[in-house]
């Protein structure tokens, strides 16, 4: 049974920074592209990043481009992403799932399942 449990979110600041965290189970995810998406109140949940099994290659959305930074440790089966200049637009509960990229560019969840996420919350 898959198991996708996220961790590290809170209020913070505008300009703050947060590190958040999701350890994957249940499949050999060390070999999948694995990823961040968020979902804002109100909005669809939207692609964030995501990072190849090697760790070489990651993609990111415009929206967060040199402000995040997503890295992996496949012994722990971990995905991390790291969030500087945090804005009131970064507000969302944040998910991790395995990732499928597409030709225009943007992640595409990779399995129909979706752990609880954690909350982001950006203060002005």
């Known amino acids: 049974q898959v198991q996708l449990v996220e961790s590290g979110g809170g209020l913070v600041q505008a300009g703050g920074s947060l590190r958040l965290s999701c350890a994957a189970s249940g499949r050999p995810f060390s070999v999948y592209t694995m990823g961040w998406f968020r979902q804002a109140p109100g909005k669809e949940r939207e692609f964030v990043a995501a990072?190849?099994?090697?760790?070489?290659?990651?993609y990111y959305a415009d929206s967060v481009k040199g402000r995040f930074t997503i890295s992996r440790d496949n012994a722990k089966n971990t995905v991390y992403l790291q969030m500087n200049s945090l804005g009131p637009e970064d507000t969302a509960v944040y998910y991790c799932n395995s990732v499928v990229m597409g030709k225009d560019g943007l992640g595409y969840p990779g399995v129909d399942y979706w752990g609880k996420g954690t909350l982001v919350t950006v203060s002005s």
């Open positions: 990072i190849r099994w090697s760790g070489n290659s990651t």
